[in-house]
Structures are given as structure tokens and as C-alpha cells.
Nanobody, 118 residues
């Protein structure tokens, strides 16, 4: 069974940075595409960044040039460096796999709240 524990969120002002971390259990995860998702109030959860086992990376357009995803397979960990944060980045951030058809494992973690406000 896979489990995810996200951390690193907080309240920051526009333009500031945060680094999110995800500790994942399940050895199979190092073989999978992993991603950071976010869900803002009243909106659907969206995939914002993904990284394959071979470190091929994709970002949603709204975070390109500001966010950087990375992974440490030895530690089963995924990271998201978020710079130049904007109020529209406010959301609960989750990590999970990116499976075929855009699905993910059903066992979501608690997520970590990111609030960008002046």
C-alpha cells in the first residue's frame, strides 16, 4: 500500500518562496511518474508538476519558470521548490503518482496548505 506525507507549506507573502517535501512509502514509486497536485477552494484538483523515474519533467503553464520539481529515489522523496509565489498559488498541495489516463493512487495524503497573501 502506498502512502504519502506532505510537508513544508505555510503562509507567505507574494514573491516569496517555499519548498514542499513529500515522503512516500512503497518501493514501486521509484519506477513511476510522480507529481505534485494542488486543490484551491472551490476548484478541482490539478496536476501542476510531474517527474518521471528518468527525471523527465513537465509543468502546467501557470507555474513554468517559478516551480521546480525534483525527486530522490533513494529516499522515496519528491520535492517542489516554489519561487515568486502568487496569491493564485494558494491551495492544498498533494503528491501522488501520475498513472495512465491521468489517474492517481486513491490513497491521498493530508496535503500541505500553501497560502500566499499580503
Amino acid at each position: 500500500q502506498v502512502q504519502f506525507v506532505e510537508s513544508g507549506g505555510g503562509l507567505v507573502q507574494p514573491g516569496e518562496s517555499l519548498r514542499l517535501s513529500c515522503a512516500a512509502s512503497g518501493s514501486i514509486l521509484r519506477l513511476l511518474v510522480m507529481g505534485w497536485y494542488r486543490q484551491a477552494p472551490g476548484k478541482q484538483r490539478e496536476l501542476v508538476a510531474s517527474i518521471s523515474s528518468g527525471s523527465s519533467i513537465n509543468y502546467v503553464d501557470s507555474v513554468k519558470g517559478r516551480f521546480t520539481i525534483s525527486r530522490d529515489n533513494a529516499k522515496n522523496a519528491i520535492y517542489l521548490q516554489m519561487n515568486s509565489l502568487k496569491p493564485e498559488d494558494t491551495a492544498v498541495y498533494y503528491c501522488n503518482a501520475v498513472l495512465s489516463g491521468g489517474s492517481a493512487f486513491s490513497s491521498w495524503g493530508q496535503g500541505t496548505q500553501v497560502t500566499v497573501s499580503s
